[in-house]
């Protein structure tokens, strides 16, 4: 049997392999490689929905085009949007015209960057309109039938929403750490985008960075006072256009 032996310039070969794959994966594969996420939260849903954030659209129409598509195909009674449509506000109405084709209502707040690219909210709120949905800047709405109640935080202002018995309550939040504004109140389910998930992840250590306002709620499902909150991975990058073990994210949910 002939012997394997690893001479130093294949060792040196495949350490150096691992990085390079790494680099090249966080560069140029994952960024646009999206993923489904499905969450189940009752055994007998009656409902279900689909949440997308921070966009950061930068002109990139195929893409966002892209991200239209996955959420029709989802077939969602209707569509969250938790902030960060654009860095620029050029780029808005490119954006606003994509979002129109998603075939369910759309329901979206405003997050940090929409606020510092001093974007003109009248914008979103009449293409939202034009899908049967709404912007909600410190409101709330019912909608489903009275099945869902719905509430749109601004982020910048202080609200006291008050969940309502029957429906469900859904918040709306850009920052997640916004839950701990709400230490006695619950809702069934708080929404969030804003960290990126750190867009670069370490297995088994988490985020490299995370913005502000972040806290300890990086990515995914967390149990807290507020209700259970889901951080989702978000659509864009800001930054650096690039993901290491955290693909670009749409969230179905089903309750």
């Not at 909150?229 to 650096?240: C, E, K, P, R, S």
Request: one cysteine or more.
């Amino acid at each position: 049997m002939k012997r394997f032996r690893l001479t130093r310039r294949k060792f040196l070969a495949t350490v150096l392999s691992v990085p390079i794959a790494a680099f090249t994966d966080a560069l140029g594969f994952e960024p646009h490689w999206l993923r489904v996420e499905k969450i189940r939260m009752t055994p007998h849903p009656t409902c279900r929905f689909v949440q997308i954030t921070d966009i950061h659209h930068k002109g990139d129409r195929a893409y966002l085009e892209k991200v239209v598509q996955t959420v029709n195909n989802q077939h969602p009674d209707f569509v969250c949007f938790t902030g960060d449509l654009v860095e620029d506000a050029q780029h808005a109405p490119e954006a606003l015209e994509v979002l129109q084709k998603i075939e369910s209502p759309l329901f979206g707040i405003p997050g940090n960057h929409d606020h510092w690219a001093d974007l003109d909210f009248d914008l979103p709120r009449e293409a939202f309109a034009k899908t049967g949905g709404r912007w909600l800047m410190n409101e709330e709405i019912v909608i489903q039938g009275g099945a869902v109640h719905l509430f749109g935080m601004d982020g910048l202002r202080f609200c006291n929403f008050k969940p309502t018995a029957g429906p469900r309550n859904i918040l709306l939040s850009h920052y997640p750490s916004d839950v701990e504004a709400f230490p006695r109140t619950r809702f069934d389910l708080v929404l969030a985008g804003h960290s990126h998930g750190g867009q670069v992840r370490i297995p088994g250590y988490g985020a490299v960075i995370v913005p502000f306002a972040v806290g300890e709620y990086q990515l995914g499902m967390y149990d807290t006072p507020a209700g259970p909150l889901y951080v989702n991975a978000g659509i864009g990058w800001f930054y650096a256009n690039i993901r290491l073990f955290c693909r670009p994210e749409i969230t179905l949910f089903e309750i």
